[in-house]
């Protein structure tokens, strides 16, 4: 079963606009991490968050976590149409088994 | 480094066949794991290996899939007897576990289509 839950589902702007996509989840974690997947690709890891962790960065990406919510955000700064893709949280527990939530689909128009 | 090979790439079967599904993780790399992407399910872990072992194979569905890892550079994963609900697409991803640590970040394949008409 998915242990994360995306929120939006889908999420339209346009170029050089912030997008935000949060991630919740259920239980106790170790870390989480943010990937993206392009139409008819495979995944591609953005970010590491671990538990004690409460933001980072990588470039336009921006990630927080609230362990207390049990929640994650990731913000893209500056968004640009190349940023178009599906964008998935992912948490590890104990093991290096990831548990991916259920997605973000992310249209940027130019 | 070429990354995680899989093959084939699309592979369309009628229902009753074997289908066979073939990884090649990145070298150096000594867990590899098995997913499965649908449209109403998601991403979902099927099972992983770690130094050919296999770990945990509580996300596969049913007996008629298994996997195998006969060496650290191949593995494979096969459905038999194929049936249309298994039309999905199938990844795989590696990724190096270090010793006692909790693995990071795993580098996926470019998965494999499957119809099963």
């Known amino acids: 079963s998915q242990q994360g839950e995306e929120d939006p589902q889908a999420l339209s702007i346009q170029e050089g606009e912030n997008a935000t996509m949060n991630c919740s989840y259920k239980?106790?974690?170790?870390?989480l991490q943010w990937y993206r997947q392009n139409s008819g690709r495979g995944l591609v890891h953005l970010i590491l968050i671990r538990s004690n962790e409460r933001e980072k960065h990588s470039g336009r990406l921006r990630v927080t976590l609230d362990t207390s919510k049990k929640s994650s955000s990731l913000l893209i700064t500056a968004s640009r149409a190349a940023d178009t893709a599906s964008y998935f949280c992912?948490?590890?527990?104990?093991?290096?088994?990831?548990?991916f939530g259920t997605g973000t689909r992310l249209q940027v128009f130019p | 480094d070429a990354g995680v090979i899989q093959s084939p790439r699309h592979e369309v079967t009628e229902m009753g066949q074997e289908v066979t599904l073939r990884c090649k993780p990145i070298s150096g790399h000594n867990s590899l794991f098995w997913y499965r992407q649908t449209m109403m399910r998601g991403l979902e872990l099927l099972i992983y290996?770690?130094?050919?072992?296999?770990?945990?194979d509580s996300g596969m569905p049913e007996d008629r899939f298994s996997a195998k890892m006969p060496n650290a550079s191949f593995s494979t994963l096969k459905i038999q007897p194929s049936e249309p609900r298994d039309s999905a697409v199938y990844f795989c991803a590696s990724s190096s576990l270090l010793q006692g640590k909790v693995k990071e970040t795993q580098y996926f394949g470019p998965g494999t289509r499957l119809l099963v008409l």
């Open positions: 992912a948490t590890v527990f104990i093991t290096d088994k990831l548990i």
């Open positions: 239980t106790s974690i170790n870390n």
């Open positions: 290996f770690n130094n050919n072992v296999p770990i945990d």
